[in-house]
């Protein structure tokens, strides 16, 4: 289980996420469902350390992060924002330099046959389009197999069949191995496709928490059950 | 220890993938061509009046260790930092298992041992050319045990160019400050006297305090003593600015 206490980080700018407060049971895909702006990369670069936050705790199965940093990290994948290439590099070069240990580099021509980029594996990562390179990011961060996965807008730059091919392996791994995916997006259908539970964030802080199921159970679709939370946290405006 | 041998191991693979560092070291073998080939020509345009008797490893460790090497360390210094930075990558680092400190000692590794590497290519390659110009192995052994001691003064230099790019963000500036900062290191003796004994880079040519020459012990045991702990101090500082840096 994931916990978040009263996670806040604020910028310079003043914005960021206030008092987050989540719990994330083993085996959930949580979607962070937000606009521009609203945190949910921000959440995302807490989970893994990338900033620090200003107050409150993060507890990965029962130990507090900063405690059993490396040992959560060895089993977690994540891709954060845009993916982290080696332009100079190959496909190849870039999967073991992603790698968490030497035994994940076993894993690396599987990875690349799953994402489509196994006959690009010689060639160098900078000369591949924007969707070759998310692709690539993907495959670095589900390689190993590992027990938790963020991933930061996982389909921007995919075409529709590789946004189906990745939701559907995200959903096997899930189904198969009790892989825990955070998943953030501002595009609610590609959320409702895929999550189990949904967390709406707006200004940087969590406005409404609920499953998917209930969800689509009362309401017409993801996009109207996000623009009536995010309305009535506005005021109706 | 795995982990880390791992994460060097991958530090090591991104700077071997640029063809800079060879290249730069091909420059210096070629320097160390032109210096045997001008002791060959002086003597044959003199036609054996003037006879240029040379130990070419011995001669050519200055500029290796004080110009060559410390260049290319403070390159690679800008790679592993401020170029990740710059191109998004270092998340990558950060999110692999290993801590913050572990992170910075693993870069640090990968570029003491390029440097070290390159300063042992150009011992191997003087050596060869010492060799082929009609030298004998007479000195290769104190030779050799000069190259090797004269790495660890370059220790200081690694972390003198990673404190400078953990508080820039452009590559760029940060090569160009490092270099800069450590030329003013290296020379400001010249200017201001008695600078020089409490600077580490005073100390790039160890091997004269250590081999041969019998130092006082409190002498010895003062340089060593400045090197260790500005090599502590840089680690230190750049350490402290490396864990508290955004993504």
Do not use: W
């Amino acid at each position: 289980m994931i916990q978040l206490k009263h996670l806040t980080k604020l910028y310079k700018n003043k914005r960021g996420i206030r008092n987050i407060s989540l719990e994330i049971p083993d085996g959930e895909i949580l979607g962070l469902l937000g606009p521009n702006g609203s945190g949910k990369t921000t959440i995302m670069k807490a989970l893994l350390s990338l900033i620090p936050a200003d107050s409150g705790e993060i507890i990965i199965n029962g130990s507090p992060l900063h405690k059993d940093f490396e040992n959560i990290m060895s089993r977690t994948g994540a891709l954060i924002e845009s993916p982290a290439i080696y332009k100079n590099m190959t496909a190849y070069q870039n999967m073991k330099l992603m790698a968490r240990s030497r035994e994940d580099l076993a894993d690396i021509d599987r990875m690349l046959d799953i994402v489509h980029l196994r006959e690009y594996k010689n060639d160098k990562a900078g000369r591949f389009s924007l969707g070759m390179k998310q692709r690539l990011g993907l495959a670095a961060a589900l390689i190993g197999k590992p027990e938790t996965v963020i991933l930061d807008e996982p389909v921007n730059g995919l075409d529709i069949e590789g946004v189906v091919e990745i939701r559907e392996y995200i959903k096997e791994m899930n189904r198969a191995l009790g892989t825990t995916f955070i998943v953030s997006s501002h595009i609610a259908s590609e959320i409702e496709r895929l999550c189990t539970s949904v967390a709406v964030i707006c200004d940087g802080e969590i406005i409404s928490l609920d499953s998917t199921e209930h969800i689509k159970g009362t309401h017409p679709s993801m996009e109207d059950y996000f623009l009536e939370k995010i309305r009535e946290r506005r005021g109706g405006i | 220890m795995k982990s880390f041998t791992f994460a060097m191991q991958k530090e090591l693979l991104k700077l071997v993938c640029r063809k800079k560092y060879a290249i730069l070291t091909v420059i210096g073998i070629l320097v160390s061509v032109i210096r045997c080939g001008g002791a060959a020509l002086i003597t044959r345009l003199s036609q054996g009046a003037v006879s240029v008797k040379t130990n070419l490893p011995l001669e050519m460790l200055p500029f290796a260790v004080e110009i060559l090497v410390p260049i290319i360390i403070l390159i690679a210094a800008s790679e592993l930092f401020c170029n990740e930075y710059s191109n998004d990558t270092m998340k990558a680092c950060l999110i692999q298992p290993l801590d913050r400190f572990k992170v910075l000692s693993a870069k640090a590794a990968a570029i003491v041992i390029l440097g070290a590497a390159s300063l042992l290519v150009m011992y191997i390659a003087n050596t060869v050319i010492h060799l082929v110009s009609g030298g004998t192995f007479a000195n290769a052994g104190y030779a050799f045990a000069a190259y090797v001691i004269d790495i660890i003064p370059l220790i200081g230099i690694a972390f003198l160019g990673i404190l400078v790019n953990v508080c820039l963000n452009g590559p760029t500036a940060a090569t160009l400050l490092s270099l800069a900062v450590y030329a003013a290191m290296k020379y400001i003796g010249l200017y201001v006297s008695g600078t020089q004994s409490f600077l580490f880079t005073a100390g790039a040519k160890l091997h004269i305090m250590l081999l041969g020459k019998t130092l006082p012990f409190n002498i010895l045991l003062s340089k060593i003593g400045i090197l260790a702990g500005s090599i502590l101090i840089l680690y230190s500082l750049s350490y402290i600015i490396f864990d508290r840096k955004n993504i």
